[in-house]
């Protein structure tokens, strides 16, 4: 049975994945220096807030793949992330321990 930090870290992932899809159709549309609303990619599966990155901003977060961006509030316990950046419109984290290596292997895997 998957652990919870496992079950979180897919989530996110998933989350992932649409926004490699808003990022795209961003890309496809020319839409360069606004704010575009991907989503939230915190723990909560059933959450659909957006969070305003540029294209830049998002291209930098997801270079290291354990880096994920949710609206503010919706960080997770300290035991499987860490903040690495906030702003009033979003925060940067990034998995720890467990959770890390779940993503991890999540991307290995090919699920992602
Ligand atoms: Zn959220």
Do not use: W
């Not at 270079?63 to 509030?73: E, H, N, Q, S, T």
């Amino acid at each position: 049975m998957p652990s919870v930090e496992e079950r979180l870290a897919k989530n996110e992932v998933m989350f992932r994945a649409i926004n490699e899809r808003i990022r795209d159709l961003a890309v496809r549309f020319n839409a360069a220096d606004e704010p575009i609303g991907f989503i939230c990619e915190c723990a909560d599966e059933t959450c659909v807030e957006k969070v305003p990155l540029t294209l830049e901003q998002y291209e930098e977060m997801r270079v290291l793949p354990a880096r994920f961006a949710v609206v503010p509030g919706h960080e997770a316990t300290p035991l499987v992330e860490r903040i690495v950046f906030r702003t009033p419109e979003f925060v940067l984290v990034r998995k720890v321990g467990i959770a890390a290596d779940a993503v991890r292997r999540l991307y290995s895997a090919g699920e992602a």
